[in-house]
């Protein structure tokens, strides 16, 4: 095409040159506008490719966006405290029996040693006694989770008690978060105050503080506190109800679909099951939580929150899904398998279970993946049914109440604390890594099928 | 028995009876030498007394199990003082959790001791009433393990009685397994019949208290209504145009965005980029299409909305913190992918021999693309478009996370509106009673929502039908 341009170029410029101006012929006037249009198809290239770096650049802004700022949730900063067990501050008596001591150390006041092995470490600055709201400041650093550290620590070797031990406390978030990012004190947000920075100062500068690799985000699950908060519990209400949808939309969705491929006639019913499943596919997910709400809940009476109607939702969204991807798998089952089965004296179902669906089965397979990846994405619908609560449990089974990883998300990123910040955008890596790994497994098994 | 374990014990029983079938069937020829005498396969008689035995109790199980909460609360009723009865449905709903909550809470042997004790009469009409709901419960356990493992070995021996040498179970095992198939295909039809019963009975129960003219066509918007009677708040005005108003507003900055960036990919992918290049591009716009929604609204409500206040605020404009504009151009984000893979279907759809005849008369490749490939592609882009739109205005949990609250009634992209899905999620998480007109609003709007996307959905089908039949 280039070629022919050219030669339009060399035969014009010829005639240009001899005859007058003022009439131009059609081949004139294509060449005086040839640069003009050329200019303008480079113009459109350019825009083209222009959209398609944006389109990367939206991608890799919004992968690195969040994983800048899920890092700091990995890991958590631990001082190392010398903590000191007297039987008095304890409010225990030592002398006593075995049996009534280690009852009595159940319900010791452990706050009380926290504050005073922390008075004895941290004197005031002039040598006067801390006021009242150093005290409170002092106490602060730690978190909550700090005195039942202690007990457990007593509880597990008492012969402790009156000694003076090393334990390693976690921070509060605050302080944590204060730690990680070296904000300057007193912004908005972060609550440090220059007191509790110059306390911080010092045991750095002690070596007492140290990072570590969180694991409580793994095995802890959901709390108030961001120090202490995880995401075990999501995921496993993740799994459990993952695991009704694939259970349900599965069987299902490939019965819909071998029934529609293989055995419905061509009449009005077929169609509007057709038409059903085509429009189910783009109806806005909401519209199940709503459809959940009114009808499993409020008439069948399920429990609210629990997996099980979780599932039954996501199952009724996803079964669309399922069964398009299926009937295109078995649809490319070649005829001749149904036909060469039929004339050696299989019936209809024969040929369909033991001839027409293994054939199908990859293709089958990697539709109801790309189904459950749908489901595990989903938040919409699970927000009506209830799945939103504040859930500390971990879920056992699909009658419990639980939440999911997407509902997790939503709720820290409702949360005011800033280090929770940092674990919705963990929890998030968590939940693209889990699709990441859903989609790879169906490319994986799909290839592996063809092959065969 | 509870019913999980319930479950596994039928299913076990299931198991059993296949292979009990299969003896039967076999003990029926008279050895499995003779099994060839039979008219079917020893294990279609398994399949089919495994079904028999299965099938009936299971649906059994499920229907007693949706029906049982109903009636133990009706017969516990019965029992209840009549003074109780009287009680209004929001004072007897909470007495019934109480009762509910000291039933499971309490072994019988406490309840007695306590009815026993000289109490208070309320007390004890409470604990009577539990100690009622424990026994009621005891005993629906009972009728409902022994009716559905009845119905499973009572339907074995009646099949297994009828097994003789022209026996057929092959005929009968698949006339049970083709009812499961039109059965489950029949579920998509069951499903839009429950999303429109129960959202169009929803709304006719609200529109009842609050007009549909007041409700299409009213400006304000204040679902706050007062509880009780001394109680400070709102109006109670459920005007929805502020909410379709904000919906509209957000989905056209969504499509402002997601149109030509997704059209331009589309054309560029299609017509000018290097196999390497699509190899390496579509992957990379179907992981944009993947990411769930609540990262995308996390990302706009933490990433995008400060970064346009703070530009805006750098020009001197009010930005609010959850403006309309970003919310509108993650979600445009979220949509590109949607938009640019079915323009790309439509115009690689559009003949060959067009683009060909295009090239062959001297025009270049955009003019091409712009005069010839894009007209003849329309209807599929349109349809593409109209589907977009669709999933835009459906869309929750960007604007959920990103857009605010209230019900401005605004075209100022920079101020805050709400939307319908926004509104819907409002009303409906947390616990309220269910029939008050706050909650039946967000059913209502669900089905604003349901028939909109309804609507364009059929639409593009039909835009996209027609364009077909030109070619085809």
């Not at chain 1, 912004?187 to 690799?213: D, M, N, P, V, Y």
């Not at chain 1, 169609?271 to 009808?295: C, K, R, T, W, Y």
């Not at chain 2, 019913?3 to 009876?17: R, V």
């Not at chain 2, 060839?36 to 008689?45: A, G, M, N, R, S």
Request: hydrophobic share 50%; net charge positive; aromatic share 8%.
């Amino acid at each position: 095409m280039i070629n022919i341009i050219k030669d339009a170029t060399r035969i014009s410029k010829t005639p240009l040159t001899t005859t007058q101006s003022t009439k131009l012929s059609t081949t004139e006037k294509v060449a005086l506008s040839l640069k003009k249009r050329h200019q303008k198809e480079k113009r459109f290239i350019r825009t083209g490719f222009f959209a398609v770096i944006f389109g990367f650049m939206l991608v890799v802004v919004l992968i690195s966006d969040i994983t800048s700022k899920a890092l700091p949730a990995f890991h958590q900063h631990w001082v190392k405290l010398d903590v000191n067990y007297q039987s008095d501050w304890l409010s225990v008596d030592s002398d006593t029996t075995q049996t009534v001591f280690i009852e009595q150390l159940q319900t010791a006041n452990y706050r009380k040693v926290l504050k005073n092995s922390l008075y004895d470490m941290f004197p005031s600055s002039d040598g006067k006694k801390l006021s009242r709201k150093d005290k409170r400041q002092l106490f602060k650093l730690f978190s909550t989770n700090a005195e039942f550290t202690l007990k457990n620590e007593l509880i597990v070797t008492p012969t402790q008690i009156n000694k003076s031990v090393t334990i390693w406390l976690r921070l509060d978030d605050d302080v944590d978060s204060y730690l990680k990012e070296d904000f300057p004190i007193g912004e908005a947000g972060l609550r440090i105050s220059k007191q509790q920075a110059q306390w911080l100062a010092q045991l750095t500068s002690e070596q007492r503080i140290e990072s570590r690799f969180n694991f409580s985000f793994f095995t802890a699950s959901d709390s108030r506190e961001p120090e202490l908060a995880g995401i075990k519990g999501a995921l496993m209400g993740t799994l459990l109800t993952l695991f009704v949808t694939l259970l349900l939309s599965f069987p299902l969705g490939v019965a819909g679909a071998l029934y529609l491929e293989e055995f419905a006639p061509k009449n009005r019913w077929t169609d509007l099951i057709e038409i059903n499943i085509n429009n189910l596919a783009a109806v806005p997910s909401i519209v199940f939580g709503l459809l959940g709400l009114a009808v499993i809940i409020n008439i069948f009476g399920l429990p609210r929150s629990a997996p099980l109607v979780g599932g039954i939702v996501l199952t009724l969204m996803t079964m669309p899904t399922i069964i398009i991807a299926s009937r295109a798998a078995i649809k490319a089952v070649s005829p001749s398998i149904r036909e060469a089965a039929l004339g050696l004296g299989a019936s209809k179902m024969q040929v369909t279970f033991s001839h027409v669906l293994p054939q199908a089965m990859p293709g089958i397979i990697t539709g109801a993946i790309i189904g459950i990846a749908q489901a595990l994405g989903e938040t919409a619908p699970l927000l009506m049914i209830g799945m939103v609560a504040f859930i500390v449990d971990v879920p056992t089974s699909i009658v419990d109440s639980a939440t999911v990883l997407p509902v997790q998300i939503f709720l820290w990123a409702d949360s005011p604390e800033r280090a929770f910040l940092a674990k919705t955008s963990a929890a998030i890596l968590v939940l693209l890594s889990l699709l990441l790994v859903i989609n790879i497994t169906a490319t994986v098994l799909r290839s592996k099928f063809e092959k065969k | 028995m509870n019913s999980s374990l319930l479950f596994i014990a039928l299913l076990s029983l299931t198991l059993f009876s296949y292979w009990y079938g299969l003896k039967r069937s076999i003990k029926v020829a008279g050895g499995t030498e003779h099994r060839k005498d039979l008219t079917c396969l020893p294990e279609q008689f398994g399949l089919l007394t495994a079904m028999v035995c299965g099938l009936p109790a299971l649906i059994t199980l499920l229907i007693f199990n949706s029906a049982e909460p109903f009636v133990i609360e009706q017969l516990l009723t019965a029992t209840l003082p009549a003074k109780i009865k009287t009680l209004s449905s929001v004072d007897f709903g909470l007495y019934l959790n109480n009762i509910r909550s000291i039933a499971s809470s309490e072994t019988a042997q406490t309840l007695i001791k306590v009815i026993e004790l000289p109490i208070n009469i309320d007390v004890r009409e409470q604990y009577q009433a539990a100690l009622t709901l424990q026994t009621l419960n005891h005993q629906s356990t009972w009728l409902k393990t022994g009716l559905v493992l009845v119905i499973a070995v009572a339907n074995v021996i009646m099949l297994v009685r009828k097994f003789n040498l022209t026996f057929k179970a092959r005929q009968q095992s698949e006339t049970i397994i083709h009812t499961l198939l039109v059965a489950s295909s029949a579920i998509a039809i069951l499903t839009t019949l429950g999303i429109i019963v129960s959202v169009l009975f929803e709304s006719i129960h609200f529109f009842k208290s609050v007009p549909v003219t007041d409700f299409i066509f009213g400006t304000q918007w204040s679902p706050q209504t007062a509880m009780r009677s001394d109680q400070v708040g709102g109006s109670g005005s459920f005007g929805a145009i502020p909410l379709f108003a904000g919906t509209m507003l957000i989905t056209f900055i969504a499509m402002l965005l997601a149109v030509p960036v997704g059209l331009m990919i589309a054309i560029y992918l299609s017509q000018y980029a290097s196999t390497r290049l699509r190899a390496f591009a579509k992957p990379m716009l179907e992981v944009l299409a993947g990411i769930p929604t609540v990262v995308y609204g996390f990302f706009a409500a933490l990433t995008v909305a400060p970064v346009i206040r703070n530009v805006g605020e750098h020009f001197g404009l009010s930005v609010a913190s959850e403006s309309a504009l970003a919310a509108g151009l993650v979600m445009g984000t979220m949509i590109i992918p949607f938009v640019s893979s079915l323009s790309e279907d439509a115009i690689s759809a559009v003949p060959q021999s067009l683009k060909e005849a295009s090239l062959g008369m001297g025009a270049t490749n955009s003019e091409t693309v712009i005069k010839v490939l894009l007209p003849a592609a329309l209807p599929g882009i349109v349809g593409a478009i109209l589907l977009a739109i669709s999933r835009a205005i459906g869309e929750t949990m960007i604007v959920v996370m990103a857009a605010g609250m209230a019900a401005n009634l605004t075209a100022n992209p920079l101020d805050s509106v709400t939307t319908v899905t926004v509104q819907i999620v409002t009303l409906l998480t947390g616990d309220q009673e269910f029939d008050s007109p706050k909650t039946l609003a967000a059913f209502a709007l669900g089905l604003m929502l349901f028939i909109t996307t309804l609507g364009l959905n059929i639409l593009a089908l039909k835009v996209v039908q027609k364009y077909r039949e030109q070619y085809d």
